[in-house]
């Protein structure tokens, strides 16, 4: 559905459309401006020589895993040109929690622990990167390029003081 609605765009602003995906989808569309890549988006050293140096848009829809969802950005955040946006779908728990409509524990833990992390490479990239997420569906994030500042790496966790000593009292005194 993406690579459809792509698809009419970069016919009106003439622009290329690139698409990776290890399910060849080669003849799903005709368009001269589109460009498939039958690969893993993580065969780096094959893709490399293929896409373009740099993006004004990036979607990232790919194995919904926050360790590859994770390896998958960090490479392609430095082709993303400055204040352009980069697209991560399916980071919504939601609609898969026990007794939901979806009702999948796969779906759920793993889009959870990739919004974590996307919280964290926030946390540790707030000067470089904005952030923003809608909860709509199964949930989007969007990030923004601020600079050329290569990120850094997760090296702060973010520590919540959700389960101390003190919030157990602060829970317990307002009953």
């Given at each position: 559905m ?9 016919d009106e602003h ?12 080669k003849?799903?569309f ?25 993006f004004?848009l990036?979607l990232?829809d790919?194995i ?5 969802v994770?390896?998958?950005f960090?490479y ?7 204040n352009?946006?980069?697209f991560?779908?399916d ?19 793993n889009?959870?622990?990739?919004f ?8 540790n990239n ?8 809608t909860?709509?569906?199964t949930g989007m994030?969007k990030i923004?390029?601020?600079?050329d500042n290569?990120?850094?790496p997760?090296?702060k966790?973010?520590?919540s ?6 919030n ?5 005194i307002?009953g």
């Open positions: 993406s690579t459809e609605l792509f698809s009419h765009y970069v003439n622009c290329k459309l690139y698409s990776i995906d290890n399910i060849n989808y003849d799903k005709n368009n001269s401006k589109w460009n498939f890549i039958h690969s893993r988006d993580d065969e780096f050293d094959y893709i490399e020589n293929i896409i373009p140096k740099k004004s990036i990232l790919t919904h895993e926050a360790k590859h994770c390896k998958i960090y392609y955040y430095e082709k993303l040109e400055i352009k946006c980069f991560i779908d980071i919504s728990w939601l609609p898969y929690v026990k007794d939901s409509d979806k009702d999948r524990f796969y779906a759920e833990i889009n959870q622990e990739t974590n992390t996307l919280l964290n490479i926030y946390f707030n000067d470089n990167i904005n952030i923003e997420f909860f709509e569906g994030c923004i390029k601020l600079n290569k990120l850094n997760i090296n966790k973010i520590h003081r959700k389960f101390t000593f003190k157990l009292i602060r829970k317990i307002k």
